[in-house]
């Protein structure tokens, strides 16, 4: 069985916070879709939290092996203190495309590896309980080709269906986009390969 929901967040959580021994940990969840987008949410919190000492992170995006991205940041905490707690925490709560940061202020007092490690998973902890978290459905995007005069043949399907169209356009040569939830792309695929004078491409492989 084809595995086609994954669960994510639509919108930022709002700031937490876990004290211990004087230091501050300040957790943030964030909905992501590239590397480049994380980049840009952690500069963020760097300038806001500009007198921070540590600024940990981790991340994950993608929906399916093998395109699943994930990186843990420690930075500069001791090696696998702060950066992999936070993506244990990603992983216990089988979200993806989304970042969790943990900013730390120092408190003048060590908290050991062990200390560190709680700190950076509860912080986490606490981001990913307070985000609202969703289930979508992983989709197949495919391009159906025709003429006008089939039209109503391709409507009727899509109606009947209830398929989602993503964009069209409908001239004498007519183009549809249409997202298919994944566990149906096969049926759907077969129905329009099966129609006289339409086409059907996957746009996904």
Request: charged residues 25%; neutral net charge; proline residues 2%.
């Amino acid at each position: 069985m084809t595995k086609d929901t994954y669960k994510t967040i639509t919108k930022a959580s709002e700031e937490v916070l876990f004290k211990d021994k004087n230091s501050k940990f300040f957790g943030y969840a964030i909905p992501i879709k590239s590397e480049e987008e994380a980049k840009t949410y952690i500069e963020a919190l760097k300038k806001q939290h500009h007198s921070a000492r540590h600024w940990c992170y981790a991340y994950q995006i993608g929906t399916k092996e093998p395109n699943i991205i994930f990186r843990a940041n420690d930075d500069g905490e001791p090696s696998n203190s702060a950066g992999m707690p936070i993506y244990g925490q990603i992983q216990s709560f089988e979200v993806t495309n989304i970042l969790v940061v943990v900013v730390r202020y120092f408190g003048g007092v060590k908290l050991g590896v062990g200390g560190l490690i709680n700190a950076y998973k509860t912080t986490a902890q606490m981001a990913l309980e307070v985000s609202k978290i969703v289930t979508k459905t992983i989709n197949a995007e495919f391009l159906i080709h025709f003429d006008y005069v089939n039209m109503n043949k391709v409507m009727r399907i899509i109606k009947e269906k209830d398929l989602k169209i993503v964009n069209q356009k409908l001239e004498m040569d007519c183009e549809i986009t249409i997202s298919v939830r994944l566990k149906n792309a096969d049926e759907i695929l077969q129905i329009f390969d099966a129609l006289y004078e339409i086409d059907i491409k996957n746009l996904n492989d």
